[in-house]
């Protein structure tokens, strides 16, 4: 029930397309998702994040939808630049002060110029 | 300024050695974390501590122990090293005011168990 299950686990996008991870939750008690961007040889660092009562939040060329019925959110990359290759994960946040954490699998994104 | 820094960057040793790795945050942040992240690159935490107190203590081998000297410093500590073993070990922290649940990573520790 505290898997986060995340979707694709590659990516090859073109310079200038959409690039678009998927991820989905079952335990309704998290209120927190963030999704962090790690490069290679770097520790993971927060991209973008959203709270369960919006559906949408937007930050520059990455925004983030969700689906609060469905239990499912998603990333999406617009004007995808080489630069953007990278890990992408998203997690899922428990509500207590641990801030505990719940990573998907994770998705190698590769932006081909 | 490096915000959260662990040492060393990287561990190779032999099954059976015992080691330790070690962490510092200079962000004030009172909560910090150890993930194992392996060879698939999945992220999973270890432990967390609060203030010097045990918060997480997730399903992981008793060979590991954390201690945290104070609430800036977080080390883990492994006896009789295996093969499995072998990861990247990363140390994270956040602030436990307020709602933010950013948690900021250190640039990991890669262990070679041989």
Partial sequence: QQQVKQSPQSLIVQK??????????????FDYFPWYQQFPGKGPALLIAIRPDVSEKKEGRFTISFNKSAKQFSLHIMDSQPGDSATYFCAAGLRSNTGKLIFGQGTTLQVKP | ????????????????????IKCEQNLGHDTMYWYKQDSKKFLKIMFSYNNKE????????????????????????????????????FCASKSSGGVSYEQYFGPGTRLTVT
Avoid: W
């Fill in chain 2, 1 to 20: 300024d490096t915000a959260v820094s662990q040492t060393p960057k990287y561990l190779v040793t032999q099954m059976g050695n015992d080691k330790s």
């Fill in chain 1, 16 to 29: 200038g397309g959409i690039s678009i991870i998927n991820c989905a939750y079952e335990n309704t008690a």
């Fill in chain 2, 54 to 89: 045990l918060i997480i203590n997730e399903t992981v081998p008793n060979r590991f122990s954390p201690k945290s000297p104070d609430k800036a410093h977080l080390n883990l500590h492994i006896n009789s090293l295996e093969l499995g073993d072998s990861a990247v070990y």
